[in-house]
């Protein structure tokens, strides 16, 4: 049998990079996005996974857990 997985590279799909106030200061983000899943990294040290629901909301899977205005800020710099 076949596996039928889409593997298809979903809407928005690559590599981020850009600045995120965080702890009180702007640090470097870098964001992967592969179908409904983000992989962050802050500033080399703080990593976490989020994943994309059908329904269009983000949540964090993963990782260091990150407050829900930076999972919110992240959503409208790769998603929006």
Known sequence: ???EKDT???D??????FMIHYSGREVPCTVVK???KLSVC???N???E???NDDGTL???????????AVEFIKKRILE
């Open 59 to 69: 949540v964090q899977t993963g990782g260091t857990d990150l407050a829900d205005s």
């Open 8 to 10: 298809h590279p979903a």
């Open 34 to 36: 592969e179908q409904n």
């Open 46 to 48: 703080i990593s976490a």
């Open 12 to 17: 928005k799909d690559g590599k981020y990079e």
């Open 42 to 44: 802050i500033e080399d």
């Open 1 to 3: 049998m076949i596996d």
């Open 50 to 52: 989020l994943t994309l």
